[in-house]
């Protein structure tokens, strides 16, 4: 194939999708923002780039990751819940001036189903669902906007639920808590090997101009799953205020599903 791909954010989960796309027949160029692991890229067979962003610009030589890319993946965390203060929207208008500079004629955006709102009414959430007003996804919104309605590339964004992998499952931060909230609220989340494949799948059949929710199923309550997971590695179990009303939401990823014909790897 020969034909170039572009990753930006070679971490936990776009590391391995750009080994997968490597395995398609991809040259996959990829960034990451830790010089230390430019050898790691580069053994993968990955052209590494060190790529930082920041309200002043880009670090790092931009033009030359999207060199002769045709789609690039934008799989760059916010950390908005750790920095809420942070400008998230002021730093994606430089990477997107650097798209319209470049080759890159799609874009698959890697976003968030934390940009609908928590209720106690469990409400299903489609992509038509009303969409909340904190700060962090107003700003999560603005950014996906500002890639979809850009004209020099198309996009298609990936509202994501939390991702998990067996090395990285939040019940292992929850084992052991006390007094957590929202015990009867569903359970919202996503495989890692789902979350490629469902890029894949996007990347492989042109899947461009929309956007999609991508939650596994069943749903099942957070203190009955995590419960039960942590018995299963007999770990230590959390403890939830039962008496404290719950707000969740279902994600429905039926769209996704339907279009895509996708079938989840990993249920809950």
Known sequence: MNQKICVIGCGWLGFPLAKELLKLGYDVHGSTTSKNKIEHLKNAHITPYVIRFSLEGIEGNITKCLLDCKTLIVNIPPGLRKHPESNYIQKMKHLINAIELSTVENVVFVGSTSVYADDVSFPLITEHSPTSTSKIALQLLDVE?????????KTTVLRFSGLFAEDRHPAKFLSGRTQLKNANAPVNLIHRDDCISIILKIVKHNIWNDVFNASTTPHPTKKDYYTSFCKSLQMAIPEYETN?????????????????NYDFKVKL
């Open 145 to 153: 906007s500002l890639f979809m309605t850009n004209k020099n590339f």
């Open 244 to 260: 404290v009303v719950s707000k969740g939401k279902v994600i429905d990823s039926t769209k996704l599903v339907q279009l895509l």
